[in-house]
């Protein structure tokens, strides 16, 4: 099963406009990863934040943490309709020399023109 | 283009049916990955290897698959008789161990399986 669920499942927002997708994960981790992905094609590396970083920024994107939480946001910025995609957050466990992935089921992105 | 290449990128088979996908992955990458996406959901972990040692297998990974690196390159994952739950997209990843601490996956697009 998903370790993580994300929130909206869905978005729709107008070109230029921010849009915010949120995560939250069960278990201790080593880090967190956002990818993207579009329709039916394979997933696009955006960002890695570490569990001792409280936030990343990367181009129009800004990610943050809080490990207390257990939650993670993207904020991606002066949206465009090229954004359009599926956005998921994947974790890394702590003490799981596998570093294999557990994602969330993702947030459903469409910017409008 | 992230380096990582899968065949075929899809496939429509009839249950029952045994099918094979393969992975080339970036050609110094030590670790493989394969996941399994069901629609509308998030990629699930069913195998890793590094270099030809498979290392775990998920639950999700039934009798009915194999998984195999026999020369620490390409790796297939085979499917024997077929079932309409197998239906998904199967994606193959692979990054460099060693190389930082945060081991960076590199997705291939897929290989989207059709059970009849």
């Known amino acids: 099963s998903q370790q993580g669920e994300e929130d909206p499942q869905a978005l729709s927002i107008q070109e230029g406009e921010n849009a915010t997708m949120n995560c939250s994960y069960k278990t201790s981790i080593n880090n967190l990863q956002w990818y993207r992905q579009n329709s039916g094609r394979g997933l696009v590396h955006l960002i890695l934040i570490r569990s001792n970083e409280r936030e990343k920024h990367s181009g129009r994107l800004r990610v943050t943490l809080d490990t207390s939480k257990k939650s993670s946001s993207l904020l991606i910025t002066a949206s465009r309709a090229a954004d359009t995609a599926s956005y998921f957050c994947a974790t890394v466990a702590r003490m799981d020399s596998s570093y294999k992935l557990i994602f969330g089921s993702g947030t459903r992105l469409l910017v409008r023109p | 283009d992230t380096g990582v290449s899968q065949d075929p990128r899809h496939k429509i088979t009839k249950r029952g049916q045994n099918v094979t996908f393969r992975c080339d992955p970036i050609s110094e990458h030590n670790r493989l990955y394969w996941y399994r996406q069901t629609l509308g959901q998030g990629p699930e972990f069913l195998t890793y290897?590094?270099?030809?040692?498979?290392?775990?297998k998920s639950r999700l990974l039934s009798d009915r698959f194999s998984a195999e690196r026999p020369k620490g390159s390409f790796s297939t994952l085979e499917i024997q008789r077929t079932e309409q739950g197998d239906s998904a997209m199967y994606l193959c990843?692979?990054?460099?161990?060693?190389?930082?601490?945060?081991?960076?996956?590199?997705f291939g697009p897929g290989t989207r399986l059709t059970v009849l």
């Open positions: 290897f590094q270099n030809e040692a498979q290392l775990e």
């Open positions: 990843a692979s990054s460099l161990i060693g190389v930082g601490p945060y081991n960076e996956q590199f």
